[in-house]
């Protein structure tokens, strides 16, 4: 099989943190690069994610679909009573 290529990336990280990231290392028996690129892989794809829902937020506030914040605001002091309002649609 042939390798992907490849680049290198350099990051300064607090000494505390490289210490963390070689614990790891050693505990699960994998380099200190498979670390990163794990750690590297779901941070990017948590970005995605937020730039993805934030997409689609913003896409929501465009056509109108939105609660108002007195509603929410009126559903969420309700929550403390014994009749809580519904949720705002």
Known sequence: ???????????????????????????????????MKQA??????????RDQLTHEALTDVDTGCVIDHPSVQAWADSLSTDEPLPIPR
Not at 11 to 20: D, G, N, S, T
Not at 40 to 49: G, T, Y
């Open 1 to 35: 099989m042939a390798k992907a290529e490849t680049r290198v990336l350099t990051a300064h990280v607090p000494i505390p943190m490289a210490e963390k990231v070689d614990q790891l290392a050693d505990r699960l028996e994998r380099s200190r690069g498979w670390i």
């Open 40 to 49: 590297l892989s779901a941070w990017i794809a948590q970005e995605e994610e």
